[in-house]
């Protein structure tokens, strides 16, 4: 810390948002009508915070760390741990407000320590809308997590996102594309010592791993379904222009968030030196993840991963290790996917041949440019 003070003073400041009635009113505008009074009070706290610190000596403002689909599961856990450390303000952005509002309540999130911002993943203009938002808030950006995620195993058909891509793909990977893409500039303006990009990956998309040799497999193909739009009209639904599965839609979507990390990092880590990682969480097995899942499975599968596999992991702390991918001081580094050995130490875990397919890639992120509008 004291070598961060030396040599970045302008993050060691009191924030520069949230002052007086100008920063209420830009808050205001991101939050919405209905719930103002009780987070204009909120946002005073961070500020009160550091102040009081500076008093003694120089101390590194609060972090501001975005993180989708912070309504439940991992995403919520990793909300309550950052925001309980008092060195991050959380962003939850979730498509449902009141549910992420009770959720972060009934955690015991404080007042103050949090914002909820819409964001729906479904729609390209939410996620534009979002950015718009968060801009509008005033707040710096220094990390981002993409973490929000669907899995539908037992869909018989697919469905499809406002845009028209298939849900699975289009909000786990398109509409987290779009958004870490246009909020990457908000990043590389950020003053913090330590800014990261996270995307959520899992075992599943590995088909190095037992767990990712359980059928139906991950595989992108050629991705000719992808190219084709993705829409079940003119092309397949399906990355590799295949039928409809929905547990493969979602471990393609995995193998996606993966492949994108990756070429985050090739494309922008030096430029900005902004750390880009994913990371397989553990099995969370209680999580709404599984909520379309039959119940049998739903009812079997904790006590599965807990008793047989011992791959379970309880969302407390999976929570406590996605927070230690955004601001653990040792874990910096870009490019990596991070899992956790049985004593819940973390390691640089090794993905399989496709999910680490630079070729492939470079390929998915020129057709998810244009898939988002980014590209013509
Ligand atoms: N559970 C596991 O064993 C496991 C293992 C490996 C990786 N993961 C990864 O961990 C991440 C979190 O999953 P989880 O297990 O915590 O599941 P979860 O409890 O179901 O959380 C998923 C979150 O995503 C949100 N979401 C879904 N669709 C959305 C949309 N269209 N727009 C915005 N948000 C949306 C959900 O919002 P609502 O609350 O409104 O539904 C929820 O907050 C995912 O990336 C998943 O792939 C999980």
Same mark, same amino acid.
């Given at each position: 810390?004291?070598?961060? +003070?030396?040599?970045?003073?302008?993050?060691?400041?009191?924030?520069?948002?949230?002052?007086?009635?100008? $920063?209420?009113?830009?808050?205001?505008?991101?939050?919405?009508?209905? !719930?103002?009074?009780?987070? @204009?009070?909120?946002? =005073? /706290?961070?500020?009160?915070?550091? #102040?009081?610190?500076?008093?003694?000596?120089?101390?590194?403002? =609060?972090?501001? !760390?975005?993180?989708?689909?912070?309504?439940?599961? /991992?995403?919520?856990?990793?909300?309550?741990?950052?925001?309980?450390?008092?060195?991050?303000?959380?962003?939850? +952005?979730?498509?449902?407000?009141? &549910? +992420?509002? &009770?959720?972060?309540?009934?955690?015991? @999130?404080?007042?103050?320590?949090?914002?909820?911002?819409?964001?729906?993943?479904?729609?390209?203009?939410?996620?534009?809308?979002?950015?718009?938002?968060?801009? %509008?808030?005033?707040?710096?950006?220094?990390?981002?997590?993409?973490?929000?995620?669907?899995?539908?195993?037992?869909?018989?058909?697919?469905?499809?996102?406002?845009?028209?891509?298939?849900?699975?793909?289009?909000?786990?990977?398109?509409?987290?594309?779009? /958004?870490?893409? /246009?909020?990457? *500039? *908000? @990043?590389?303006?950020?003053?913090?010592?330590?800014?990261?990009?996270?995307?959520?990956?899992?075992?599943?998309?590995?088909?190095?791993?037992?767990?990712?040799?359980?059928?139906?497999?991950?595989?992108? $193909?050629?991705?000719?379904?992808?190219? $084709?739009?993705?829409?079940?009209?003119?092309?397949? +639904?399906?990355?590799?222009?295949?039928?409809?599965?929905?547990?493969?839609?979602? &471990?393609?979507?995995?193998?996606?968030?993966?492949?994108? @990390? #990756?070429?985050?990092? %090739?494309?922008?880590?030096?430029?900005?030196?902004?750390?880009?990682?994913?990371?397989?969480?553990?099995?969370?097995?209680?999580?709404?993840?599984?909520?379309?899942?039959?119940?049998?499975?739903?009812?079997?599968?904790?006590?599965? #991963?807990?008793?047989?596999?011992?791959?379970?992991?309880?969302?407390?702390?999976?929570?406590? %290790?996605?927070? =230690?991918?955004?601001?653990?001081?040792?874990?910096?580094?870009?490019?990596?996917?991070?899992?956790?050995?049985?004593?819940?130490?973390?390691?640089?875990?090794?993905?399989?041949?496709?999910?680490? *397919?630079?070729?492939?890639?470079?390929?998915?992120?020129?057709?998810?440019?244009?898939?988002?509008?980014?590209?013509?």
């Amino acid at each position: 810390m004291a070598l961060q +003070a030396s040599i970045l003073p302008s993050a060691l400041s009191h924030r520069k948002e949230g002052k007086g009635s100008n $920063g209420v009113l830009k808050e205001s505008a991101f939050l919405g009508g209905s !719930v103002l009074g009780h987070h @204009m009070a909120g946002i =005073q /706290l961070p500020v009160l915070r550091c #102040q009081a610190s500076l008093q003694g000596k120089k101390v590194l403002r =609060q972090g501001v !760390v975005v993180i989708t689909g912070a309504s439940s599961g /991992l995403g919520l856990a990793t909300a309550k741990s950052l925001a309980e450390s008092g060195k991050w303000h959380v962003v939850m +952005a979730c498509r449902d407000f009141l &549910k +992420a509002e &009770k959720a972060a309540k009934a955690a015991g @999130m404080a007042k103050g320590s949090y914002t909820i911002a819409h964001l729906d993943l479904a729609s390209l203009d939410s996620v534009r809308q979002f950015v718009d938002a968060f801009r %509008r808030s005033g707040r710096p950006l220094d990390v981002l997590v993409c973490n929000a995620a669907i899995y539908r195993p037992t869909a018989r058909k697919p469905t499809y996102t406002a845009d028209g891509y298939e849900m699975s793909v289009g909000v786990n990977h398109l509409g987290h594309f779009l /958004l870490a893409n /246009l909020l990457l *500039d *908000d @990043m590389k303006q950020s003053d913090y010592p330590s800014r990261r990009l996270i995307i959520v990956g899992s075992i599943t998309g590995n088909t190095n791993t037992l767990a990712g040799n359980v059928p139906p497999k991950a595989g992108l $193909g050629d991705l000719r379904g992808l190219a $084709g739009g993705l829409d079940g009209r003119s092309s397949s +639904a399906m990355i590799d222009g295949g039928e409809f599965d929905g547990a493969k839609a979602y &471990k393609d979507s995995k193998i996606c968030n993966m492949l994108t @990390m #990756q070429e985050f990092h %090739r494309r922008f880590h030096e430029e900005t030196g902004i750390a880009f990682a994913s990371l397989y969480p553990g099995c969370i097995a209680t999580t709404g993840l599984f909520r379309e899942h039959v119940p049998l499975f739903r009812l079997l599968f904790p006590p599965f #991963q807990k008793f047989i596999t011992k791959g379970f992991v309880s969302e407390e702390e999976s929570g406590k %290790r996605l927070a =230690q991918v955004v601001s653990d001081p040792s874990l910096t580094k870009s490019g990596v996917y991070w899992s956790w050995n049985k004593d819940s130490a973390s390691f640089e875990n090794q993905l399989s041949e496709e999910a680490s *397919d630079a070729a492939k890639a470079k390929k998915v992120w020129e057709i998810s440019e244009k898939l988002v509008g980014l590209t013509d």
